[in-house]
């Protein structure tokens, strides 16, 4: 029966499934199409033909749908003797679902010369798609534990398409799966999750794209992810292999997981000249270490060498180039492999050669695993194999070398590209060394064979390189490795499980956990969190708070790097939620202007407060359990109980629970949350309700919403109707606004202003003054009583006041009292006060509702001190300056919002700000006040419009006054 199969089915392994025999007629003929294995040497990949495809049709019950369908490819590259290059096979196949998913799989089979390549890992197995009973099918042959992922149609997409679901009952097929952490079940996941993460549909609700579905492919790939990194943790493997330990951290901080680690500061010892990439020259043998010294090759002649003595921290004389025999420990790469006895062998790809531990064995080092493996030839004409390094076999070698990039007697390996040393074996871990080298490249690491000194070379960074002109420097740095304690328990980056309640902490800085130079700090803690799933499915609520500083190496002199720090934290929640807050803080202050938030779970309830608040209103969640571990939240009748409470009081308590209520859900990043119920209702209700205290901002009469249930429920239309009775008229307004008339120029781009430097328009002596633009030193001012330009002087005669407290521009760093004093993102429009003074506007609670601070510097070396400004040193700067935001007695101020017209504000409590009516409609706008009050100047350029802008100047009035008449 078999001989009447076609040949080309037979090599392709792709194929349809015939009728069953006569014998079985009776039965139903089953479809489908197979996704081949992967071949298993190069004559069974070169025998394929080169294009073949095959498909069958699939009957889903709901009309047509396209067939499904597998093709393959081949090609063949053939061998290049010249370049030691093996002919390569290259098969490319692809499956085609009736959803328009495709799933892709590339084969790259070598052929090498017999006993020079390494035994094949296991070939991915056959997957085999079909159609039955209306659903589609999909299976991994060959892998026992793999179940059959079954999926089922939910709708049309018209006449060539349809969606899929995971089917229903294809949960209870999983959950052994997904708890379980021995090969097989490894196994089975890889397969599954490449089919789930490469194609194969992932359904999302069209409501809230961000939270998959419960019978979605996405929350199946969500349960493989986090089974994978169980598994991991379990088998000693890195989780997460690009995040780096830091070596330098307090015992604290990894409690233990870390070898005590000191390097001294970076001497730089040479230049030398980066070498050939076309000459025979290797650097792996031109820097070696040799009797406690660092040996260079003269590059001028490469026949003499000097040595430099780290202890004595000086230079020898040149003397005659001896390597001694670099066979015995320098691994040579040629182009057909490395020479390992008598053959050459082609190292695995994604390593690096390390250091040569004997004639036939030869360390190397994992790209992307840092994983070290020890490649070695038997005696015999068995192949090459690959195994974990012996522990005294790496510490001989290593004494035994002129330097390698083993350090601690060969339990680490240098890794100078990720700037790290990382264990040889398990368990898994990268440490992080902190080099004082900014974005410079390093290379050619070396450490010495008693392990003391590291000698690396240094390159320009990857933006600044310029090969015909750069040069490298030698540098050569002390090593102390203490005592190694092993961890207690598996490296993972995953943060230790803990019982007991999720904390972020307050965002306080501390000047005992200050990282180092270019370095970051990094806690995690995680807590197992009942949700009402299946038990078998753990879950784990997850906190992160990490602590970053600039690299004061790349910043300017005056830069205020040092003591500015940026701390982050993130709590991430079952059912894809995030939390996340950031903050800049300066080293020293030890004032926390956020709160701990703390995470409970309950069984089906999750709950996040603000601890020190009191009648702080619980943020509960109340989790809805679907398929294989997703979760779908709702919010809790009980919140939005408080919160109806909370907003029927006029207290001081309430409004502050009420104010770090709505922080908090801010907190959570794609706003899922403030979608939940009648939550967005009440996050507009907690700002008026504020305002109500603190001040009125007008844009509330009109964006609030005060129809529908959830208004109603919360009151809306009576806070309105408060907030209205409450909001006073404001007391000055622009006058003469009809028909432009105090237009009295236009200017081509926006000019400096005070307290920038070198301002081009500014007050003096109750006039308006403009640099003239062609840059001829002169200046004309305008006399907005007389209506009039006068004439053009030098600037000598119409100078700027009070230029000693001007400042130029910056970024994050304020220059104030002779420091840099660092800014946080939401402080803006700053008004000198003083040298050692600024008023700055605080717009953390919005761009709408402004809080004006001021930042002073003492005489002495102590920390920034933030204050609230007093109406007499506003008053005093607005007559001394050159024009400023302050107006008359210092009571008001201006306010330009990011978004949105200029505001009138008060100063200090109670906090109130007005709309000024410009009428200068969607338009930019920079204004200024005249140092006695009475008048108002702005520039404004249509929005989207090359067209000049205006120069305007309007008076201020009084609230009740009239306008005076425009001049003709």
Not at 137 to 161: C, R
Not at 265 to 275: N, Q, S
Not at 850 to 862: H, I, R, W, Y
Request: proline share 11%; with cysteine.
């Amino acid at each position: 029966m078999h001989s009447l199969l076609p040949s080309r089915a037979l090599s392709l392994g792709l194929l349809l499934t015939l009728p069953a025999t006569l014998a079985f007629a009776a039965e139903p003929p089953s479809q489908g199409v197979v996704l081949a294995a992967e071949p298993r040497t190069f004559a069974e990949a070169n025998a394929l033909p080169p294009k073949l495809s095959e498909s069958a049709p699939c009957d889903l019950g709901l009309g047509r749908t396209p067939d499904i369908t597998v093709s393959q490819s081949v090609t063949v590259d053939p061998p290049v003797p010249s370049g030691c290059l093996p002919a390569v096979a290259t098969v490319t196949q692809e499956l085609a679902l009736p959803d328009g998913s495709r799933v892709q799989r590339v084969f790259r089979i070598v052929d090498d010369a017999p006993g020079t390549q390494l035994p094949p890992p296991p070939p991915r197995p056959r997957v085999r798609v079909r159609c039955q009973s209306r659903r589609l099918e999909l299976s991994v042959e060959g892998v026992p534990e793999a179940p059959v992922l079954m999926l089922e149609p939910i709708a049309a997409t018209g006449d060539s398409s349809v969606r899929l679901r995971v089917s229903r009952d294809n949960e209870a097929r999983f959950l052994p799966l997904l708890i379980r952490d021995d090969a097989g079940a490894r196994k089975a996941l890889e397969e599954l999750a490449f089919l789930v993460s490469h194609g194969v549909p992932s359904r999302f609700s069209k409501r809230d794209a961000n939270v998959p579905e419960a019978d979605s492919v996405a929350a199946l790939a969500a349960a493989f992810e986090r089974a994978r990194k169980r598994s991991a943790f379990a088998a000693g493997d890195d989780v997460e292999p690009y995040v780096l330990r830091d070596a330098l951290a307090p015992d604290w901080e990894q409690e233990g997981d870390r070898p005590p680690l000191k390097v001294g500061a970076p001497e730089d010892i040479g230049e030398v000249r980066p070498p050939d990439p076309y000459s025979d020259s290797d650097w792996n043998a031109d820097l070696f270490w040799r009797q406690g010294r660092l040996c260079v090759v003269q590059q001028d002649t490469g026949k003499r060498m000097r040595c430099y003595d780290p202890v004595a921290r000086r230079w020898g004389k040149a003397v005659p180039v001896n390597r001694g025999d670099l066979s015995d420990w320098n691994p040579r790469m040629g182009s057909c492999g490395i020479p390992l006895g008598t053959r050459t062998v082609r190292p695995p790809e994604g390593y690096r050669l390390g250091l040569r531990l004997s004639p036939r064995a030869v360390l190397l080092w994992g790209v992307h695993t840092h994983e070290a493996l020890l490649l070695e030839v038997p005696e015999g004409d068995g192949p090459p194999r690959l195994r974990p390094p012996e522990a005294e076999a790496l510490k001989k070698a290593m004494l035994a070398s002129p330097g390698s990039r083993l350090l601690g007697e060969g339990r680490f390996m240098l890794n100078e590209g990720r700037k790290a040393f990382c264990s040889v074996r398990r368990p898994l871990g990268c440490w992080s060394l902190r080099e004082e080298e900014g974005g410079n490249e390093l290379s050619q690491g070396r450490v010495s064979p008693d392990g003391r000194w590291l000698a690396y070379l240094r390159g320009p960074s990857p933006s600044r390189i310029d090969e015909a002109e750069s040069t490298l420097t030698l540098v050569v740095r002390s090593l102390e490795l203490g005592p190694y304690v092993a961890p207690r328990e598996p490296v993972s980056m995953a943060p230790p499980l803990v019982r007991t309640d999720v904390v972020m902490e307050k965002l306080t800085w501390l000047e005992s956990g200050a990282p180092g130079p270019n370095g970051a700090l990094r806690s995690d803690a995680r807590i197992a969190c009942d949700l009402g799933q299946d038990p078998r499915i753990p879950f784990e609520l997850e906190t992160t708070r990490a602590v970053s500083s600039n690299n004061p190496a790349s910043a300017s002199a005056d830069s205020c790097s040092n003591d500015k720090v940026r701390l982050y934290q993130e709590l991430r929640v079952p059912g894809g939620l995030k939390f996340s807050r950031s903050a800049f803080v300066r080293a020293g202050d030890r004032r926390s202007p956020v709160a701990e938030v703390k995470v409970r779970c309950q069984p089906g309830r999750l709950s996040l407060w603000v601890e020190g608040v009191p009648d702080f209103p619980a943020l509960t969640l109340a989790a809805n359990p679907g398929a294989f571990g997703a979760v779908r939240w709702e919010l809790a009748p009980e919140t939005e109980g408080r919160l109806q409470a909370l907003l029927a009081r006029d207290d001081a308590p309430a409004r502050e629970a009420l104010d770090a209520f709505a922080k908090l859900v801010k907190q959570n990043e794609d706003g899922r949350i403030s979608r939940m119920g009648c939550l967005s209702t009440a996050l507009e209700a907690i700002p008026a309700r504020l305002a109500l205290a603190d001040g009125f901002h007008p844009e509330l009469h009109v964006v609030m919403k005060t129809d529908g249930a959830c208004a109603e429920r919360y009151g809306l239309r009576a806070l309105q109707q408060r907030l209205q009775a409450a909001t006073p008229p404001p007391p000055l307004r622009v006058g003469a606004v009809k028909d432009k008339p105090g237009v009295i120029g236009q200017v081509r781009s926006f000019p400096n202003m005070p307290p920038e430097r070198w301002p081009q328009l500014y007050w003096r002596d109750a006039t308006l003054c403009r640099v003239q633009e062609e840059g001829s030193g002169q200046v004309r001012c305008y006399d907005p009583v007389a209506r009039k330009w006068g004439p053009t002087v030098a600037m000598k005669d119409r100078p700027v006041p009070r230029e000693d407290l001007f400042v130029s521009s910056w970024n994050g760093c304020y220059p104030l009292g002779g420091r840099t004093v660092p800014l946080a993102d939401e402080m803006h429009e700053v008004m000198p006060l003083s040298p050692r003074a600024s008023l700055f506007t605080d717009t953390s609670r919005g761009d709408l509702a402004p809080e004006f601070k001021v930042l002073e510097v003492p005489e002495d070396a102590g920390p920034v001190r933030t204050r609230a400004p007093t109406v007499e040193e506003l008053a005093l700067a607005a007559r001394s300056g050159g024009g400023s935001i302050s107006l008359g007695n210092g009571g008001l101020l201006l306010h330009d919002p990011r978004s949105g017209s200029l505001r009138l504000c008060t100063a200090v409590r109670p906090l109130m700000c007005w709309k000024l009516d410009l009428e200068t409609g969607n338009l930019i706008a920079r204004a200024t006040v005249s140092p006695d009050g009475r008048w108002l100047s702005y520039v404004w350029f249509p929005k989207g419009q090359s067209n000049p802008g205006e120069l305007v100047v309007l008076p201020l009035l009084p609230g009740g006054a009239a306008s005076p008449a425009p001049k003709p």
